[in-house]
């Protein structure tokens, strides 16, 4: 079992005129007075990127991996040469570890001094992550992409699984940090590299020079920059193949949270998508007025939690990229507030502050509440047109009955249509289980309804939610959303008045003076909505390949991918889905962890019932493959 990620500890430092100098170290970030010409020579033009990129045809992708993230500046400047020579249709991908990242005042004051990389850097601050631990995923241009993998160096690349093409050996000097300049990390390195791989790094080393070599690169030497005499190159031996992302037509069957954005995940990497569903888009459980985008801060960073964490700050990136929300009509996103409400609650959200899993910039606490900075409330049906509005993606009605896998997969409809395409995903909820052969999956449904209470003079002000043992949000076109209730006995999103009360009674208990100001006793509930949450038995999504139960070992079914079982999260977990499924159908690299892809793995249930039952072949009643 993996074991639970350690806190991250931001670099310490302090700065001599511009240039940034780790305390931990003792040792510059780049040459004084010549960062941009260093990185440029040592890194850049030592891998010859600029003959490279121009070399690139349309759809074929680079990837570049560091050791050492820093400041970012091998990073953005590689960036910056790639969209000066490459294609505008081909792809580049970076990746760079970081054990001990900049806080981002300090990564702003570094990057002040090279206006020329605007605006990279600009982008580069704006998504910056807070110092948590994982992989982070930052948007540069539309057809470059970063994932920053906070943790150690040798950790993070031997987690890897996507072929490198070029290396960055950076970090700082060997004498000064050699805890990174290892061979197991040599080793990681050229087991992800690509055949014809290049490799630069600052430092000629002798024992840096040894490993690569012993590791399996061709490495020799070149004059240095600056004062330092020389500095290493090195290729893996093999023919360099570029690969090449895959686009075609795509069916998503669901234009719910998760349909949503799985379809403008796929149509902002070349696919053509048509968005099915027997209803409009957002009329299930993600057609509630309002919405809450949190995660449940937890001092345990296993996988599970990681995701929470993770999803949490995929979505927040996703807001800021898409301009949404726009206008109060569409919600805010200034933070949650969470009171606990229980002993239990007390203790989880004391430990997390206490342990650092969520850093200051992220979580804190304010008298009784605690306040996490990233969330907020939004109106889903809005979010979810939102995501539908683009030109790559159509939308008709229609009722799937079945799915047929391989490599021209495709869906039969109720009205006798049968529609072929080269990806299907289904976002289906719980219906998905309907289909032939899906009946095995483990998903439950959980019937809550909201009650929406009319806005006063008072409550009008209010800007964040409070998570308790339910939620308040702020008011959204005049209309407070309190609850939700939880109810596993009934499988019809039908509206009781008796959940209105116990709505309002939760929300007096946990919140008197909030409930005081819409009018305690005498607050109008103006209307109810009931809907059916949809979720697994680990209460973790279903995001990725679906798979076959009826061959042992296990198959994928070719082609068919599931983005389902969100439960009441699925403004805060769609977008990290989306992401995972968008990024495999279309084989580029995937910026997720890969603890956080085999927990999402539908196969996961396949391998527990296997577990307990080896001859089991996927005859199963629904819902009984869970834990």
């Known amino acids: ?60 992708i680079l990837s570049i991996g560091e050791t050492g993230f820093g400041t970012g500046l091998n990073m953005l400047l590689t960036a910056r040469c790639f969209l000066d020579h490459a294609a505008a249709d081909s792809h580049l991908h970076l990746q760079s570890a970081e054990l001990h990242p900049l806080r981002k005042a300090d990564l702003a004051r570094a990057l002040s001094d090279w206006p020329e990389l605007d605006p990279l850097a600009q982008r580069l601050l704006i998504d910056y992550p807070p110092p948590v631990p994982g992989w982070h995923r930052i948007d540069l241009a ?12 040798t950790e993070q690349w031997q987690r890897a699984s996507d072929p490198i093409d070029a290396w960055f050996l950076d970090g700082f000097a060997p004498a000064r940090n050699p805890d990174m ?30 490993g690569l070599i012993e590791a399996g690169f061709e490495i020799w030497r070149e004059p240095g920059f600056g004062r330092k005499r020389h500095r290493l190159c090195g290729r893996m031996p093999g023919e360099m193949i570029p690969r090449r992302s895959r686009r075609g037509r795509a069916l998503v069957m669901g234009a719910g949270l998760a349909g949503s954005t799985s379809a403008r995940a796929l149509a902002e990497r070349g696919w053509q998508v048509t968005v099915v569903d027997a209803e409009a888009p957002a009329s299930g459980a ?10 449940t801060p937890s001092a345990h960073l296993t996988a599970q939690n990681r995701f929470y964490q993770s999803s949490l700050l995929a979505a927040m990136r996703w807001f800021r990229a898409h301009g949404f929300p726009s206008g109060p009509d569409q919600g805010r996103l200034d933070g949650i507030l969470m009171k606990p409400h229980d002993a239990r609650s007390t203790a989880k959200l004391a430990d997390a502050l206490e342990s650092g899993a969520w850093p200051p910039e992220l979580f804190s606490r ?48 109720a009205d006798g249509r049968s529609l072929c395409c080269d990806a299907v995903v289904l976002a289906m909820a719980a219906s998905v289980r309907e289909l032939p052969g899906m009946n095995w999956l483990p998903l439950g449904t959980i019937r809550g309804q909201l009650s929406h209470i009319a806005a006063t003079e008072a409550s009008s002000q209010w800007t964040q939610p409070i998570c308790h043992a339910g939620y308040l949000t702020p008011a959204l076109g005049g209309l407070h959303c309190i609850g939700a209730t939880f109810d596993r006995k009934r499988t019809e999103p039908v509206l009781d008045p008796a959940d209105d009360a116990v709505n309002l009674k939760q929300l007096a208990e946990h919140l008197p003076e909030h409930h005081a100001a819409l009018g305690g006793d005498r607050a109008r ?17 279903l995001a990725g390949t679906a798979p076959d139960p ?6 994928a079914l070719e082609n068919i991918y599931l983005n389902t079982a969100h439960g009441s999260r699925g403004l805060s977990h769609t977008p990290l889905c989306a992401e995972l499924l968008a990024d495999t159908i279309s084989q580029r690299p995937v910026s997720v962890e890969p603890e956080i892809r085999q927990a999402l793995a539908p196969e996961r249930f396949v391998l527990r019932r296997r577990r307990r039952e080896p001859d089991w072949t996927g005859d199963a009643r629904v819902g009984d493959a869970g834990e």
């Open 1 to 60: 079992m993996t074991r639970p990620a350690a806190p991250i500890i931001p670099a310490e430092v302090r700065f001599d005129q511009t240039t940034p100098v780790s305390a931990r170290h003792q040792d510059s970030y780049f040459m004084p007075g010549q960062g941009l010409a260093e990185s440029m020579l040592v890194f850049i033009k030592a891998n010859d990127l600029p003959d490279r990129f121009r070399r690139l045809q349309a759809g074929q």
């Open 142 to 153: 539309a057809n470059v992409s970063l994932t920053l993998m906070f943790g150690d160096a």
């Open 181 to 210: 300049w290892q061979p197991a990390l040599f080793a990681a390195l050229a087991a992800h590299s690509a055949p014809g791989a290049t490799l630069a790094s600052f430092t000629a080393a002798g024992e840096v020079r040894r």
């Open 286 to 295: 993600s057609g509630n007025h309002c919405g809450v985008v949190y995660s």
């Open 366 to 413: 304010h008298e009784h509440l605690y306040q996490v900075q990233a969330g907020g409330y939004l109106a889903p049906p809005a979010w979810c047109h939102h995501l539908l509005d683009h030109p790559a993606i159509s939308q008709f009605r229609g009722r799937v009955i079945d799915v047929q896998a391989g490599a021209n997969p495709g869906v039969k409809l």
């Open 525 to 541: 509930i103006v209307s109810s909505r009931a809907a059916l949450r949809c979720q697994s038995p680990d209460r973790l999504p």
């Open 550 to 555: 009826r061959f042992i070992p296990h198959r």
